[in-house]
């Protein structure tokens, strides 16, 4: 984004960039929201003119995820023991892998769909974890990236670990494979989907700021930052996020092998819950540390199959 202008005031340069706080605010997301209020202060703190070192924004990414930037997490992707490939799905997920994404450890579906494609076409590879430690993110190809690893399944031994954190768009994918486990101390759910609407009418007014909207198409402008949201407008917008949340709802009841009504009303219902939670309720398969999850992989290989070291980070 461009520097602050010396000859605009910052009322007028953080207005300048509402637009772009507002696209983050109401695109739909499957995330945590203590996650996504991280992001929006990070876009804020940005629009009205401030700067962040790539160091001070994976601070401020990793205090939220607990763990996330460290060097021992580095080295998990890079770490294989016999034929099991360890596939990351760590950081707040995005579509596409990016500067921002680069710089603040976010994970990019793009590379994630790749290292597991790599892995499953890998003879050397007999079966593939894939640690998962994320909040959830946007719900851009998530379902995308939900479907392939579903149909995966029979081609290779699948399993998911949440270690510690599998929420929502993470929870999506993380329950496409063969089995999810959770570590003892860590969390799986946060089905749902939301967007924001954030409006500047009065913090205009009080800049002195008028915005003229010049459209074409009865819908074009609707649900801008710059006059009250209608309710016309509201209903469009929960009508998009139902929708994500019915495929969210569907992707999850596909998942477990369960029925989406039991997805709706049994699978925490837009919380997460703790490991032995998630599995009375039928959210994952089993309690675990990495470790012991990784070793019974190991050991479950066929017969006469070699130990090998392979890197898919």
């Known amino acids: 984004m461009p520097e602050r202008s010396a000859t605009i005031a910052p009322d007028a340069m953080e207005l300048h960039y509402a637009h772009i706080v507002r696209a983050v605010a109401d695109t739909p997301w499957a995330i945590t929201p ?19 070192t790539k160091a001070e924004i994976r601070d401020r990414i990793a205090a939220e995820v607990e763990g996330k930037i460290t060097a021992e ?10 034929d099991v490939a360890v596939i990351p799905l760590q950081g707040v997920i995005t579509p596409r892998a990016g500067m921002f994404a680069d710089v ?9 769909r790749a290292r597991v494609r790599e892995a499953l076409s890998n003879d050397q590879v007999g079966s593939i974890l894939v640690h998962i430690d994320s909040p959830g993110g946007s719900v851009d190809l998530v379902e995308e990236a939900a479907r392939e690893l579903f149909d995966a399944r029979g081609q290779k031994r699948l399993v998911g670990i949440s270690s510690t954190l599998c929420a929502s768009a993470a929870y999506w994918i993380g329950v496409q494979l063969d ?5 003892p101390s860590g969390e799986v759910g946060s089905i749902g989907v939301y967007a924001a609407h954030v409006e500047y009418s009065k913090a205009m007014e009080a800049a002195g700021v008028k915005a003229t909207l010049v459209k074409a198409g009865k819908f074009k402008a609707e649900g801008n930052p710059y006059e009250p949201l209608t309710e016309e407008a509201q209903a469009a917008m929960q009508a998009r996020v139902n929708d994500y949340y019915d495929m969210f709802v ?6 477990r092998g369960v029925k989406p009504a039991d997805v709706r009303n049994g699978f925490g219902e837009g919380r997460v819950v703790g490991a032995a939670e998630a599995v009375r309720l039928g959210m994952a398969d089993r309690v675990a540390t990495f470790e012991d999850t990784l070793a019974r992989m190991r050991n ?4 006469g199959q070699s130990r090998r070291s392979l890197a898919f980070a």
């Open 179 to 183: 089995e999810l486990v959770v570590t």
């Open 250 to 255: 569907k992707a999850v009841a596909r998942g």
């Open 104 to 112: 603040s450890g976010m994970a990019a579906l793009d590379r994630f």
């Open 73 to 82: 997490t580095a080295r998990v992707g890079a770490a294989r023991s016999g």
């Open 300 to 303: 479950a290989r066929p017969s």
């Open 34 to 52: 203590r996650m996504l209020a991280v992001i929006t202060d990070l876009v804020a703190f940005r629009a009205a003119g401030n700067r962040l």
